[in-house]
């Protein structure tokens, strides 16, 4: 069973914060690892996908980074925005085969003016 | 156009009963998921299958059968529902099942058993 953890599972900030969160995952046998952004009663979106140690990856305001021998992904919010209010997930395949995701719990993100 | 599409969107149902939630992508994807999002709003993987074929079969009651007449479709029909069946399900596909593939999600399906 792979075991992937997210922190905070919830976080609350303003308008204009920046903010991060991280993803936690064994680094033994990594082989990818992705970043979805999921708005309530909305299905999951893609932001990233991470495949080398050392990766960063910049979509806007959001980007993220990729620490495979440590195993662990922040994500980094820069001056969060209302709309920016959502679960963040983080998956890695594994876990019996390659084509399996394997979702943290994700963090859920509140975005106050 | 939208990618990945589920139907219906919103099924209620008595307990017992047995009902079917369609999927259909046209990225002409090789390989098609559904999850389930349960009580506590974690996605787990349920089923998996590439070019018509099953390649994940989760420990999911017997009771749900994924049907796949063609790669662009899975189907997912459940007998003899439950209330524990109550859930959002969401289909989701990518290109060849690789684990760097982004998976597209269709926008869910809620089921409640009554």
Known sequence: ILNVEQSPQSLHVQEGDSTNFTCSFPSSNFYALHWYRWETAKSPEALFVMTLNGDEKKKGRISATLNTKEGYSYLYIKGSQPEDSATYLCALPGGGTASKLTFGTGTRLQVTL | ?114
């Not at chain 2, 017992?16 to 709003?41: A, R, V």
């Not at chain 2, 859930?87 to 596909?93: D, L, P």
């Open chain 2, 1 to 114: 156009d939208t990618a990945v599409s589920q139907t219906p969107k919103y099924l209620v149902t008595q307990m017992g009963n047995d009902k079917s939630i369609k999927c259909e992508q046209n990225l002409g994807h090789d390989t098609m998921y559904w999850y389930k999002q349960d009580s506590k709003k974690f996605l787990k993987i349920m089923f998996s299958y590439n070019n018509k074929e099953l390649i994940i079969n989760e420990t999911v009651p017997n009771r749900f059968s994924p049907k796949s007449p063609d790669k662009a479709h899975l189907n997912l029909h459940i007998n003899s529902l439950e209330l524990g069946d109550s859930a959002v399900y969401f289909c989701a596909s990518t290109a060849n099942g690789l684990g760097e593939e982004t998976q597209y999600f269709g926008p869910g399906t809620r089921l409640l058993v009554l």
